[in-house]
């Protein structure tokens, strides 16, 4: 029986290399200069962004996505709080990172796979992950190429692939 995973995970040190990045942009453009926009990254699951201004948080979120994006770290996996007062007028937003997949996006990614009516396949949620079975190698790659061009709302990572 032919089997692999499907999870949704983040790579830690391209976030934090993606942060880091933003952080020395910042401190040399004209734009952000003695502005005070900090970015940092707090724990393992949350960033930071500190703006005095509306529009220079904005642009702090653009220049931040970008590296994100050049460092193959999906837009999908990143959750935005509404921007909140700090002090002296500034604003402050804190960007969650989310990995894995969690139980209401496990039945929907496995309500998904029962849809797309591949023949003997079945999966189930273990942990932060969903296994897909089936007995011929064909059906699990047919069901990667659907998974592949649906719009899911995490990124996915099919591994563990065993025959």
Do not use: W
Not at 13 to 40: L, M, P, S, Y
Not at 41 to 52: H, K, V, Y
Not at 106 to 117: A, E, P, V
Not at 126 to 147: E, F, P
């Amino acid at each position: 029986m032919a089997s692999f995973d499907i999870t949704s995970e983040i790579d830690m040190q391209e976030v934090r290399n993606a942060v880091d990045q933003t952080a020395r942009e910042i401190g040399t453009r004209f734009d952000f200069k003695d502005t005070g926009a900090t970015i940092e990254l707090s724990g393992n699951d949350t960033i930071e962004l500190n703006a005095p201004t509306d529009d220079r948080l904005r642009a702090l979120r653009q220049v931040m996505e970008e590296k994100l994006i050049k460092r193959s770290i999906s837009l999908k996996s990143i959750a935005y709080d509404n921007p909140e007062e700090a002090s002296k007028g500034a604003l402050r937003q804190k960007i969650k990172l989310i990995s894995g997949i969690d139980g209401d996006k496990g039945k929907t990614l496995n309500k998904m796979i029962k849809d797309m009516g591949v023949k003997d396949v079945s999966s189930s949620i273990h942990g932060s992950c969903v296994r897909v079975t089936s007995k011929k190698r064909d059906n699990l790659q047919q069901v990667i190429t659907n998974l592949k061009s649906s719009e899911f709302e995490l990124p996915l990572q099919f591994g563990n692939f065993r025959e």
